[in-house]
């Protein structure tokens, strides 16, 4: 399988903050890495596709970049709303796999 | 409207059966894939497995291979996922997810949570 690590775990930080995740790969995954955003009791909600490409509704202060081993999210200015565990996926292999998740809370 | 509506709550004891169900409506059931997720109380998400539900081909993740079942029967339009003997470590939230050409998982069910305890 390949493993996705994802960094930090755990982020603090305050509304209008700019936030960046990271995400790397085991072995090169191309630009097949989805993000997601998941709230307590919720399922997950796709914010990416393809590492860059933003999924119909999602607000445009989200935005992913990368290809290969290295991918970020990057929320511009983080917003109430965006208070969640983020996590991503790689979709290259036979077998997908998650990383372990970020939760950003309140600063 | 697109959505994939998954069956309720089960409350099961160690060594039982159990299937769940994903139901697809308001999109071609048989032109996405579905994926099967599992969310352990307190947890990351795990892929477990997916199926083409025109043809009933799988794959499972390494991890989850032989410990569960997944399948569909397309003419009503429903994947399931399936134990034979559930153990308390299958305790979770179990979500089925829609995979289309170039998104792994762009609709996903409400979620079933399962617990197994004696």
């Known amino acids: 399988d390949i493993q996705m690590t994802q960094s930090p775990s755990t982020l603090s930080a305050s509304v209008g903050d700019r936030v960046t995740i990271t995400c790397r790969a085991s072995?090169?995954?191309?630009?097949?890495l989805a993000w997601y955003q998941q709230k307590p009791g919720k399922a997950p909600k796709l914010l990416i596709y393809?590492?860059?490409s933003l999924e119909s509704g999602v607000p445009s202060r989200f935005s992913g970049s990368g290809s290969g081993t290295e991918f970020t999210l990057t929320i511009s200015s983080l917003q109430p709303d965006d208070f969640a565990t983020y996590y991503c996926?790689?979709?290259?292999?036979?077998?997908?796999?998650f990383g372990g998740g970020t939760k950003v809370e309140i600063k | 409207e697109v959505q994939l509506v998954q069956s309720g709550a089960e409350v099961k004891k160690p060594g039982e059966s159990l299937r769940i169900s994903c139901k697809g409506s308001?999109?071609?059931?048989?032109?996405?894939?579905i994926s099967w997720v599992r969310q352990m109380p307190g947890k990351g998400l795990e892929w477990m497995g997916r199926?083409?539900?025109?043809?009933?081909?799988?794959n499972y993740s390494p991890s989850f291979q032989g410990h569960v079942t997944i399948s569909a029967d397309k003419s009503i339009s429903t994947a399931y996922l399936q134990w034979s003997s559930l153990k308390a470590s299958d305790t979770a939230m179990y979500y089925c997810?829609?995979?289309?050409?170039?998104?792994?998982?762009?609709?996903w069910g409400q979620g079933t949570m399962v617990t197994v305890s004696s």
């Open positions: 996926q790689q979709y290259n292999s036979y077998s997908l796999t």
């Open positions: 199926i083409d539900p025109s043809d009933s081909y799988t």
């Open positions: 072995q090169s995954i191309s630009s097949w």
């Open positions: 393809k590492a860059s």
């Open positions: 308001g999109y071609s059931f048989t032109s996405y894939w």
């Open positions: 997810a829609r995979v289309s050409e170039v998104t792994p998982g762009d609709i």
